[in-house]
């Protein structure tokens, strides 16, 4: 559930510059705890390199952040531990089984053979997984990769999930079940950060950012945003917006 009061990231003028080349310019952004965030943008915008910085991976050039509470500059790996990460290109070891793979991940963090012997039938059954626990990865149909990869990277419980174009590449039903599964881990106060090129999908977001060339140009929830701009749809929103870039990749 959605706490606005308790703010589990926060940027302030937060710039990564690499030369002459300024990659995020300055972006300043509050997320809530249990909150459902966007984080749009054409290609070259400068979304990667923001979610780079927030997750510890990647120093900022200056302005201040702090994810989960710790510093983005002195407490990498302190954030790294408590988030979670799923990209589309790679979330999983297609060589492993569905419960080695859960197994794995959940040993990078810590847990006790307890947690993780509980934790895993847990989500076999809500997966409705139980008969492919021994199955490779590989051998799995990409909405069923999918659903499970974003179990894994929530197994742990972290404070926030970074989701990176999570449902690339899927049916359209298999998008709607994974936004139930989105739905739910808000509901127990995981905040989700997400990047999506479906615009349907930031209709589905409490609040949404959309950056042009490296700064964040709108920020605001899906029916003000088309309000404000005076269109029926957020792909019209993000048209508007992505017209106005001078730069890509």
């Not at 994810?67 to 492993?96: R, T």
């Not at 959940?106 to 021994?134: C, P, R, V, W």
């Not at 149909?141 to 926030?160: D, N, T, Y």
């Not at 479906?198 to 140009?217: F, H, L, P, Q, T």
């Amino acid at each position: 559930m959605q706490t606005k009061n308790e703010k589990v990231i926060q940027a302030n003028q937060l710039t990564k510059r690499f030369g002459d080349f300024t990659a995020v310019d300055q972006i300043t952004f509050d997320v809530n705890k249990g909150e459902i965030f966007g984080f749009l943008g054409a290609n070259g915008a400068g979304k990667t390199t923001a979610m780079r910085m927030l997750c510890g991976l990647s120093l900022p050039t200056s302005g201040t952040g702090r994810v989960a509470g710790f510093d983005v500059y002195k407490e990498n790996e302190k954030i790294k531990k408590n988030i979670g990460y799923m990209s589309q290109k790679f979330s999983l070891y297609e060589d492993l089984t569905v419960k080695e793979n859960i197994r794995f991940y959940a040993g990078i963090y810590g847990k006790s053979d307890k947690f993780i012997k509980e934790k895993t039938q847990s989500i076999l059954k809500q997966l409705h997984m139980e008969n492919e626990a021994d199955k490779l990865v590989k051998a799995l149909p990409l909405g069923w990769r999918q659903k499970l990869a974003f179990s894994v990277a929530i197994f742990h419980e972290p404070q926030i999930v970074f989701l990176d174009e999570p449902t690339g590449g899927v049916d359209p039903v298999t998008r709607r079940e994974f936004w139930n599964m989105i739905y739910q881990a808000a509901a127990t106060g995981i905040t989700v950060f997400v990047t999506t090129h479906y615009m349907d999908e930031a209709e589905y977001c409490n609040r949404v950012s959309i950056m042009v060339d490296g700064r964040i140009d709108a920020l605001d929830n899906p029916s003000q945003l088309k309000k404000r701009f005076d269109v029926s749809s957020m792909d019209e929103v993000f048209l508007k917006l992505a017209r106005q870039a001078t730069r890509s990749e």
